[in-house]
């Protein structure tokens, strides 16, 4: 891995549509996403999805390929499939760069919320 990745386990509006089915997804990178899987046999590692669609923050990807690198259970007991993009144009890489990058800095930025008034960092 490469890249950073963002979770965006349980938030609405993040899924790879693959044929008729709305996947979540538990992270996303520029280079791929663990997607949560409801079935032990739906996602086959090395399986090839083509003519995907990738839905993250009320933008849509069409038309890309993925591959299924890896098949895991997370810390929650979930199935996760990790895929990795196939010959993205681009257009796309840098759309998707740009789109993670503005993700972390809202992780960002709601994490600093979080810290108490009056907290200290110490060295």
């Known amino acids: 891995r490469k890249e950073y990745r963002v979770r965006v386990k349980g938030q609405l509006g993040f899924y790879l549509h693959y044929q008729n089915s709305a996947l979540p997804l538990a992270d996303i990178s520029a280079g791929g996403a663990s997607v949560l899987s409801r079935e ?3 996602l086959d590692e090395g399986l090839v999805l083509k003519d995907c669609e990738l839905e993250v923050a009320r933008q849509s990807f069409s038309g890309l390929s993925c591959k299924v690198m890896h098949r895991s259970i997370d810390g929650d007991g979930s199935l996760v499939c990790g895929v990795q993009w196939l010959e993205l144009p681009a ?33």
Do not use: C, N, Y
Request: aromatic share 6%.
């Open 91 to 123: 257009d796309i890489t840098q759309r998707l760069e740009h789109l993670v990058h503005a993700l972390r800095k809202q992780m960002f930025r709601s994490l600093a919320r979080r810290i108490p008034p009056g907290f200290e960092r110490r060295s």
């Open 40 to 42: 032990a046999g739906e």
